[in-house]
Structures are given as C-alpha cells and as structure tokens.
C-alpha cells in the first residue's frame, strides 16, 4: 500500500510541475525592457512614459539604478505599468553589467535595450517584434535613432565597423533624409538594441570589462563570429538625446571609448585579419590621436588598453575558439570605404539569404 500511495503523490508531484510550467509559459512576456539608468533626471521618467504608450504591450520592464546620486528613481512614476521590476544597486555597475543582470533575471523571449535619455515611438515594440517575424533566423535588431533635441538630424543607423578596427555610429549627427530603409547593419547601438535572450545568455552577454562604451559592437562581434547576423529596423524608431548622461566629449566618454575600441580589435579579428590590418589600426588611431588635439586621455586609454595585456589575450582566446567564420568570412561583413567612416555615414545593406 506504502508503494501505491507513493506512486499517487508522485503523480501529482508531475501534474503540480506541468502546472506550474503551463502557467510560466503563458505568463512569459515576449520582450523584456532594460533601461540601466545612472542620475538619468528627467529624462529617465521620459522614456519610461514612452513604454506606457507601446501600442505593443506585452512585455515586462526592468530598471537598473547603477547607484544614482540623484532623486530619478525615488520619484520615478511607472503606473500603468503591469510588469516592472525596480533593481536599485549599491554600486555603479556600468552599462554592460547592469544589462547583464536584468538579462538573467528577464523571462521574455527577447531584450530590448533603452537608454534612459532616449523616448520611443508609440509603435516601437510594435515595430521589432514584425521584425521578428519577417525575419525569422535573425537574432539581434537596430533601432532607427534620431535625435530628442534636433528633430532633423540622425542620431543613427545602427553601428558600423570599419576593417581598420574603428567602429562608429552610421549617420550620426546627418540628416534624417539619408536614414537608409531596412537591411543589415554589422551591430546595433545599445541605445535600442535588441537581442534573443538565449543567444545573449549563451555567448556570455556583454563583456563587463568594458563597463561602457563599443560593449555594443564587442557583442555583435563575437555574435557575428558565430554566424549571427543584425538587421536594422528602420521603422522601429526611438529619439536619443546622445550621450547626454556621460559627456559627448568629456574624458569619461574619450578614455573608455578609445580603450574598448582597441579591446574590440583585439579580441575578436581573426588571426590574419588582426595581422593585415593591425598597421591600418594603429596609423587610424593616432589619426584619431591628432584630430582630437594630442589629449593626454587619449594616452592614458592606449595604455591601459595594454596594461592588462594578459587578461585581453585570455578573452581573445575565448573568442577565437568558439567562431565559425574565418577572417575572409568576417572582413566582408565590415566596412572597406574609408569615406563612410571619415563622414559618419551609414553603412546598412541589402539583406539577403545566405
């Protein structure tokens, strides 16, 4: 009898399971927001009120506080809201971490990544997830971007990587006359990217040593070294007030751009990409070097790029053995014309099976 009545518990312990397993399904949201906010202001309760308006609304929110200083979490308003998840920390992550730790704890089938200074269109969410499912075997999107202060200009078109190891936002700062349709762009900004969360998890998500800063473009990388590809969205569209929360120009913004830059080169060109173009890399960087007035941050970024040489080789040894594209594959999928990088244009192509 003790067997038997064994038996029936267990029974019911598997339909509790099937139960439970029903229910997280069916509550599972499709997107899951992340918004890493750090003294965002305003500007945070602005793109939250612009998720309240997603004619899309079936996703959960999470919002980051990298240890604010400022009042933008204690008054942030987020009624309306049926699935938010407030992830107050003590100390400032950065940007890539503060994604990473909401990615772990998000139950939607996608991310989808908003900066704090930057307002969605109502259609927005609408708009990623009909390009989900025109495009099935993608598995990271770039918004449209366009800039919160001056209507008329662009704040980008997904991000570009030019094969002298530069990365840079397509159309920045030009005319909302050249936003390209839809196509392939090599990454998305982190302003409005969007990612499968499965494949984010599985490549490890952002690396956390970036803190801020191409941690966007390191990721699409290394995806792409997987056979990933990224389509930008041109009708998802999102308005950002571009680097208002970190210096457009400031030390801050020159030292971990300039750093990650070298990092993304590094660790993810292919052995003989990184031997043709490591010459090109260093003549593009001192270029850059004396276009921004010989700053001494900018030395200070080249040398703690080399300075913990031994973990950098360590992450690219990582990288290198899990690709299944050689540098040929690689090298065509990033820029060649040193004229779209000079001009900040945009570099979205046709997409096509392959």
Same mark, same amino acid.
């Given at each position: ?106 139950? *939607? =089938? ?7 200074? #930057? %307002? ?7 708009? @990623?997830? +009909? ?51 839809? *196509? =392939? ?7 409005? #990217? %969007? ?7 599985? @490549?490890? +998500? ?149």
């Amino acid at each position: 009898m003790s067997c038997i009545r064994a038996f029936f518990k267990l029974c019911k312990v598997i339909e509790k399971l099937g139960e439970d397993e029903m229910q997280e399904q069916v509550i599972s949201p499709f997107f899951s927001v992340i918004i890493v906010n750090f003294n965002g202001g305003d500007y945070l309760q602005g793109a939250v009120d612009s998720l309240k308006r997603q004619n899309f609304q079936d996703f959960e929110l999470f919002v980051i506080d990298n240890d604010s200083s400022d009042t933008s979490m204690e008054t942030l308003d987020v009624t309306g809201l049926d699935r938010v998840h407030l992830m107050p920390e003590a100390e400032n992550h950065g940007f890539a971490k503060g994604n990473n730790l909401a990615a772990k704890l998000a139950n *939607g =089938e996608w991310l989808v990544m908003l900066n704090p200074d #930057a %307002v969605a269109d109502e259609s927005w969410l609408e708009k @990623i997830a +009909g390009g989900i499912d025109k495009f099935p075997a993608i598995k990271m999107f770039a918004s449209a971007q366009y800039s919160l202060d001056e209507p008329g200009i662009m704040d980008g078109a997904g991000d570009n990587y030019h094969v002298f190891g530069i990365p840079w936002r397509g159309g920045f700062g030009r005319s909302v006359s050249e936003m390209p349709n839809t *196509g =392939e762009c090599f990454s998305p900004c982190g302003a409005g #990217a %969007v990612f499968h969360r499965q494949t984010f998890l599985d @490549i490890g +998500g952002f690396d956390e040593s970036f803190f801020c800063y191409c941690e966007d473009v390191d990721l699409a990388f290394r995806l792409r070294l997987n056979g990933e590809r990224c389509i930008f969205l041109h009708d998802a569209m999102i308005h950002h007030a571009g680097s208002a929360l970190s210096d457009k120009v400031g030390d801050f913004a020159l030292f971990h751009g300039t750093r990650n830059r070298v990092w993304v080169f590094l660790q993810n060109m292919p052995p003989i990409a990184l031997f043709l173009f490591m010459p090109m890399h260093i003549i593009a960087n001192l270029y850059i070097f004396a276009r921004r007035g010989f700053e001494m941050t900018f030395i200070r970024a080249i040398s703690a790029s080399f300075k913990d040489y031994k973990s950098v080789m360590k992450r690219r040894k990582i990288v290198q053995a899990s690709r299944k594209l050689g540098s040929l594959q690689i090298i065509s999928m990033m820029t060649w014309n040193p004229r779209l990088l000079s001009n900040r244009l945009t570099d979205v192509r046709e997409y096509t099976h392959k």
